[in-house]
């Protein structure tokens, strides 16, 4: 395979996942070998230590994107306006995906999406809103689940108290109701001084 065609297919790969990804699991996805990967993660981090705002970290035979560390305050200024201010579109679909088909992963909630939701997820997990649990069924991933402050923001004791899905739909279709992310928007408070945890746990 053509080596700049394969430092595409990884950055590629590295970026969607965001999360640390095995070098026998890289090579497999991009249908080449391990010398081959390891050659494109060189040339990768050779590109990303001109001035780029990406690096890749490797630890052993373990490997994942992440931002350039002179950026910290600047991405870390972004990362608390998103927790302290209103929720997002992107929160509120997040949010909305997680509390009518969880317990459910971050793959499958990117699935329904189109696009990565691990920085979304991370800022519902600070605020609260979710709870991340281990995936027995595949150690590598987590499962997401709405939280009981969730619950409590919109002054409910269980979910089977949600609004259905089905009902719901079928007042939007009518025009009687808002989304569902309305819904949850026009319920959740935000809070007024929520500040980000000096050590993140990857997602």
Not at 37 to 62: C, H, M, P
Not at 93 to 98: R, T, Y
Not at 166 to 185: H, V, Y
């Amino acid at each position: 395979m053509d080596p700049e065609k394969l430092k595409s297919i990884i950055e590629s790969i590295l970026f969607v996942s965001g999360e640390p990804l095995a070098l026998i699991k890289l090579a497999k996805v991009a249908d080449a070998t391990e010398a081959e990967v390891e050659v494109a993660i060189s040339g990768l981090s050779e590109d990303y230590a001109k001035g780029r705002g990406l690096r890749i970290i490797k630890i052993k035979d373990t490997i994942q994107m992440a931002s350039n560390p002179d950026n910290a305050e600047l991405v870390g200024e972004l990362v608390k306006s998103e927790i302290q201010e209103n929720l997002s579109q992107a929160a509120l679909e997040v949010l909305s995906i997680v509390a009518y088909r969880g317990p459910i992963t971050r793959a499958e909630i990117e699935a329904i999406r189109g696009v990565n939701c691990s920085f979304t997820l991370r800022a519902l997990l600070i605020r609260g809103l979710l709870d991340r649990t281990e995936n027995i069924k595949d150690n590598r991933r987590y499962l997401y689940n709405i939280s009981f402050d969730f619950l409590k923001k919109l002054g409910m004791d269980s979910v089977e108290k949600l609004p259905d899905w089905e009902t719901l739909n079928k007042k939007i279709e009518e025009g009687g109701a808002s989304t569902p992310e309305k819904q949850i928007e026009s319920t959740i408070e935000t809070p007024e001084n929520e500040k980000l945890p000096a050590n993140e746990e990857s997602l």
